[in-house]
């Protein structure tokens, strides 16, 4: 059995707009109940979907801004998608525009994610240039 690629498409859009858009509803769409998330792999993962919704308010709500993401590479195998982004933000909390490059192994359970692992790496790109979040540094 295998992912359609509209499916694929689909679930990835809605990752990208939740994140985008700060949307912890939006986020949790597009998992199973019993969904985990690691956010870093060595990590103890997030456990389900109601901890993976206070997990997007904590930190993409609460301690980011200004989100800008791009699929840049999707790989689909069986019930497995591999997908690789590039995202900048202001992260609020150390006061920097940030670049990240990610990879991430989605494992499938019909149209839903039922396991997300994150694989990446960040920058910062200057610091934000004043007291409100809006402002983006150079």
């Not at 933000?89 to 994150?118: P, Q, T, W, Y």
Request: charged share 25%.
């Amino acid at each position: 059995m295998s992912l359609h690629e509209d499916t694929v498409s689909e679930v990835l859009g809605i990752y990208v707009r939740a994140w985008e858009t700060q949307d912890p509803d939006l986020i949790v769409t597009i998992f199973t109940p019993d969904a985990t998330y690691h956010e870093r792999v060595l990590g103890d993962p997030i456990p389900d979907r109601d901890a993976i919704r206070r997990y997007w308010q904590a930190k993409v709500v609460e301690a980011q801004a200004n989100i800008t993401c791009t699929i840049l590479q999707v790989y689909i195998c069986g019930l497995t998608v591999i997908a690789e982004w590039e995202a900048l933000f202001d992260d609020l909390e150390k006061g920097v525009r940030k670049r990240m490059r990610e990879i991430a192994v989605l494992e499938f359970r019909g149209n839903l994610v039922s396991s997300l692992r994150e694989y990446w790496a960040s920058e910062p790109l200057g610091q934000l240039g004043g007291p409100a979040a809006g402002h983006r540094g150079h």
